[in-house]
């Protein structure tokens, strides 16, 4: 409203550019989404206003949102939503306690919040297709953990007694099920299930959060067209009967895996860092 803001230029280059699509369960974060000018996308069971997206409208998969997480609303773009983007647009997506950064700094605390995150397409994107988080290691798992509930994985893999060895497989079979990760590539498509069993048994990192930004509706619809078959054949296997939250949520934790491995095979790809925030916290007045 007002142009005279040095902040106007930004949140117009923003809104022209780049729509970032904020992943809540929490109603009472709608003004404070609306003041960094992202998009509400309301998840879960709680009542959200009508100035929400979720995922409960048109064609979804809203019911399985307990298992599969934020890609309840991802089906419900996909099928639902993306058509109405420009083609010109950066689609990005993040999460109340999980944002990307505005540079390409190191965090700097005593900055405000509205300040550090992203606010405006970077110029060094444009020779990119593909923003992914940055990586997080699985080779720093404590010892402790590892007695606790690895004891079997070790068995399965004992060159990961070495901390270079403690691979994503690894660290899926600890904290998953032994043998889960590996029961789900083999019904991945065959053009990928190689190279994705390469990858999880050759890297100790992967691309955080299940969250990316991309500047083409043609590859996220390739994306959502490999992790939904994908991960509908996983049912077949795995089914709903799940408990606890390392296994009710498997879904949602081996799409996180193989976000990374797709995007970096078919893409252009910028890493790009990722803050922890509960937006909740924050006085944005």
């Known amino acids: 409203k007002d142009k005279n803001n040095p902040r106007f230029k930004d949140i117009f280059f923003l809104m022209k550019n780049l729509k970032m699509f904020c992943i809540c369960v929490h109603n009472e974060l709608l003004p404070k989404l609306k003041h960094i000018n992202y998009i509400p996308v309301g998840l879960g069971d709680e009542k959200f206003d009508s100035e929400w997206l979720t995922d409960k ?20 773009f996909w099928k639902n939503e993306i058509k109405k983007i420009k083609d010109n647009d950066w689609i990005g997506f993040c999460a109340y306690r999980r944002f990307w950064m505005n540079e390409m700094k190191k965090f700097d605390e005593n900055k405000k919040f ?6 405006k397409v970077p110029k060094i994107w444009d020779d990119y ?3 992914l988080g940055d990586k997080i290691e699985m080779n720093h798992i404590r010892w402790i953990k590892i007695i606790k ?4 994985s070790l068995i399965r893999n004992p060159k ?25 590539i083999d019904v991945l498509d065959p053009k990928d299930r190689s190279d994705f ?12 959060g299940n969250m990316f930004i991309c500047k083409s509706k043609e590859l996220i619809v390739r994306y959502y067209e490999a992790i939904f078959n994908w991960l509908f054949e996983c049912e077949k296997i795995f089914g709903f009967d799940l408990n606890g939250y ?10 996180e895996r193989f ?15 990722i803050i922890f925030n509960d937006l909740r916290k924050e006085n944005l007045s």
């Not at 069993?197 to 955080?208: E, G, L, P, R, T």
């Open 57 to 76: 409208s048109g064609e979804n998969i809203s019911e399985k949102n307990k298992y599969y997480g934020e890609y309840t609303f991802h089906y419900w």
């Open 259 to 273: 976000l990374p491995f797709w995007f970096n095979k078919y893409a252009k790809c910028l890493e790009w860092p």
């Open 160 to 184: 990961a007694i070495f901390r270079k060895n403690q691979n994503i497989r690894f660290q899926f079979d600890m904290f998953h099920g032994n043998g889960v990760l590996d029961r789900a």
């Open 197 to 208: 069993k390469d990858y999880v048994n050759s890297n100790c990192s992967y691309n955080q």
């Open 149 to 152: 509930y690895g004891k079997m």
């Open 129 to 131: 297709e593909v923003i």
């Open 246 to 255: 390392a296994n009710i949520r498997v879904y949602a934790f081996l799409a």
């Open 114 to 119: 509205q300040d550090v995150t992203l606010s």
